[in-house]
Nanobody
Framework: QVQVVESGGGLVQAGGSLRLSCATSGFILDEYAVGWFRQAPGKEREGVSCISNYDGMPKYLDSVEGRFTISKDSAKNTVYLQMNNLTPEDTAVYYC???????????????????WGQGTQVTVSS
């Protein structure tokens, strides 16, 4: 069955970097849109970055544009989120999600996903 498993979270100082990994199984990665979402305490979940399965293009939340980079290694069935210049506002549980719906980059940060991982905690200290 479709599975996504996140790893790579941790505690980092402001200005530091982390790379999250989303290991996928049970589907052909290039046929699925994959997104990274986060939820901070007391806040709603928000889409951070995604890769469209329609055209392979990435999309980013405005507040992470230029600091975060999403990439995928289809041979390893893994999607990565490289996070640089982290700030305390990036503290949250980060989730990976996948869907077989055809999503262009205009839509891949939306609420279209039906396969979610368990999340990985990212904590950025000031």
């Amino acid at each position: 069955q479709v599975q996504v498993v996140e790893s790579g979270g941790g505690l980092v100082q402001a200005g530091g970097s982390l790379r999250l990994s989303c290991a996928t199984s049970g589907f052909i990665l290039d046929e699925y849109a994959v997104g990274w979402f986060r939820q901070a305490p007391g806040k709603e979940r928000e889409g951070v970055s995604c890769i469209s399965n329609y055209d392979g293009m990435p999309k980013y939340l405005d507040s992470v544009e230029g600091r975060f980079t999403i990439s995928k290694d289809s041979a390893k069935n893994t999607v990565y989120l490289q996070m640089n210049n982290l700030t305390p506002e990036d503290t949250a549980v980060y989730y990976c999600a996948a869907t077989s719906d055809w999503l262009s980059r205009s839509y891949c940060l939306g609420n279209h996903y039906n396969n979610w991982g368990q999340g990985t905690q990212v904590t950025v200290s000031s």
